[in-house]
């Protein structure tokens, strides 16, 4: 975002301190359950867009769903308090968690039954209300997207269902092995980063009149289980080994979510379209995996002498 609208024009925020956004560009420390600091914080910098993305995801949150509520639910409706106070334009996701499993699963449609067994997926359904309630009560700009699991070589999983995916490439990089805590057969949407981000932008910067379903579309790049993940590895590292470990907890919520989802309406009302497929994703994931471990090493080798 900061190529595109300039490095001044983007405020990074996070709860931690993260030290590469604070020297990449204006950087904020946030807690969106603090509603008077993110309120204070959006009128300092006279911001006149929110990408609201702070959640605890789905395994996670079934460890502690209290604090999920909190933290998803309180720090959304704090957001969106700010977007109706100075009149923002007003992104948030939502996820494949936000189905259930009373969802049709193959080609789920953009509208269909939503009865998730997560609290992240009631946060998500939740969600997806209350940003619909902003838009036709106060004309808030909200707009959202489904997303499927998301693959980035530039965070480290961070308690989703999905994380696997990411887990299983740097394994596979580092240790040339994985054992998956989600079953063998078992499908889910997943993306790519850079689509996601691309996504986001394409969304934001539509015709507001075309977006009939604007909280939240479905998309996907592709529908995969782990032993496609390791056939795809396999071409770059033949001698990957991949071994099944099952948890129950984010096993049980990868059945209950959707295998494909039907992404029609987002094509159709904004021009969706992922760039990147399985393999192109896991040529690009284990190089740029291979480039931090690299820089990771060099770093470490630096302090210690
Ligand atoms: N990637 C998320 C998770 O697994 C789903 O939105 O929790």
Redesign the pocket.
């Known amino acids: 975002m900061r190529k595109i609208y300039g490095i001044s024009n983007v405020i990074a925020a996070d709860i931690r301190e993260l030290k590469e956004a604070r020297e990449n560009g204006p950087f904020e420390r946030l807690d969106v359950t603090d509603g008077m600091k993110l309120s204070v914080t959006a009128k300092r910098h006279n911001v006149d867009t929110i990408i609201h993305l702070a959640a605890i995801?789905?395994?996670?949150?079934e460890t502690m769903p209290l604090k999920a509520w909190h933290v998803n639910m309180v720090g959304l409706i704090n957001a969106l308090e700010v977007a109706k106070e100075m009149n923002l334009q007003f992104f948030t996701?939502?996820?494949?968690?936000a189905f259930g499993p009373s969802t049709p699963k193959e080609d789920t449609p953009q509208v269909t039954v939503q009865r998730p067994i997560t609290m992240?997926g009631i946060n998500?359904v939740t969600a997806e209300l209350l940003c619909d309630y902003y838009f036709n009560r106060y004309g808030i700009d909200t707009r959202g997207i489904r997303?499927?699991?998301?693959i980035s070589h530039a965070t480290t999983p961070g308690?989703?269902?999905?994380?696997y995916a990411v887990d299983m490439y740097y394994h596979a990089v580092i240790k040339k092995a994985y054992i998956s805590c989600i079953a063998e057969g078992t499908r889910m949407d997943m993306m790519y980063m850079p689509d996601a981000l691309d996504a986001i932008i394409q969304l934001m910067e539509a015709d507001s009149k075309k977006l009939v379903n604007r909280n939240s579309y479905n998309i996907s790049a592709f529908s995969v289980a782990p032993e496609d993940f390791a056939k795809a590895i396999r071409k770059y590292i033949p001698e990957f080994k991949l071994d099944y470990q099952i948890d129950l907890v984010r096993q049980n919520?990868a059945e209950s979510?959707p295998d494909s989802l039907d992404c029609t309406a987002a094509k159709e009302e904004w021009g969706f379209q992922a760039k990147y497929d399985l393999d192109k994703t896991t040529e690009d994931m284990l190089r740029k995996v291979e480039e931090n471990m690299v820089n990771k090493n060099s770093e470490m080798k630096g302090k210690s002498s």
Request: net charge positive.
């Open positions: 995801l789905s395994a996670k949150a996701p939502s996820s494949i968690g992240y998500k997303f499927p699991g998301l308690g989703g269902t999905s994380d919520i979510w």
